[in-house]
């Protein structure tokens, strides 16, 4: 892992890899661990230079205050494709995962000329807060639980591990790949404020973030290929929020994983990376 300056701030960064070859550049959800690491590696295998990056204010990019945020998803969208620009390579496929993949959305309607092709997982097309009308909100007695949990010692790496376990299950994702994953989010988290450990495991600096103006009329203007993944178990944002985006971008197809929640399971990663290669 590593860090590139692009677009005036630090992003922390993962590659696999010949760096030759056609760029995957993987948005996280807040950190890069969003990711499975088999998946990069199948994609690497695939032929494709993978970079999974970590949002502002998570892992090794740049910290402020996750309390307060003085920048707004315009700003996350500017990130990514300065990312791009800055790693090189030609247009890249731009990937994003739950906030990442509000990010990514964002990120192909402002800046399309960087990118080309687009992989769209366990999101929706609103911002945070009440979604529109027509799209299934969070599963209210899901939340319930997963919210009425007393908050971790987030200074105690185990026990921040055990509630991510705990919030796993709760989800319907498995606990056993949440705790190996929140350990390793917590030894990469800059310093010992609760805080900013919070805002690394449970991506709540996207909750305070100016996300104005909507962007989900906008979504017939994305002309890329689009391949959007969603776990039919998902409770966080059920499935008819990825059933929406797929049938409001242009020739998008749809993958649903039927045992999966929020997270791809290790079960489906080689059938999402088939079709994520088979994008260009």
């Known amino acids: 892992m590593t860090t590139v300056d692009a677009n005036g701030i630090v992003s922390g960064i993962e590659s696999f890899g010949d760096s030759d070859s056609p760029l995957v550049l993987l948005a996280g959800a807040p950190t890069m661990l969003s990711w499975p690491d088999a998946l990069c590696e ?117 026990a921040v591990a055990d509630f991510a376990a705990a919030g796993a299950a709760i989800l319907g994702d498995d606990p056993v790949t949440a705790r190996t994953v929140a350990a390793r989010i917590w030894d990469r988290t800059p310093g010992t404020a609760p805080a900013v450990h919070r805002a690394n495991q449970m991506g709540m600096v996207f909750s305070r973030l100016d996300c104005t103006p909507r962007w989900r009329e906008r979504l017939p203007e994305i002309d890329v290929p689009t391949l959007v993944v969603h776990g039919r178990r998902d409770p966080f944002f059920p499935v008819g929020n990825g059933e929406a985006i797929a049938r409001e971008i242009p020739g998008a197809r749809l993958l649903v994983l039927p045992e999966a929640a929020t997270a791809i399971p290790d079960a489906a990663v080689g059938e999402v990376t088939e079709v994520m290669l088979g994008l260009g």
Do not use: C, K
């Open 42 to 158: 199948r994609l690497a295998a695939g032929g494709r230079r993978v970079v999974r990056y970590d949002l502002r204010d998570s892992g090794a990019s740049t910290a402020t205050d996750p309390q307060a945020p003085p920048y707004g998803l315009r700003d996350l969208a500017a990130d990514a494709a300065a990312l791009a620009d800055t790693l090189g390579g030609g247009p890249a496929h731009l990937a994003g995962i739950g906030i990442g993949g509000m990010v990514a959305q964002v990120t192909v309607l402002d800046h399309p000329e960087a990118f080309s092709a687009l992989t769209l997982v366990g999101t929706r097309a609103v911002a945070p807060g009440p979604p529109d009308d027509d799209l299934p909100d969070h599963d209210r007695a899901t939340m319930n639980r997963l919210f009425a949990r007393p908050m971790p010692d987030w200074t105690d790496r185990e």
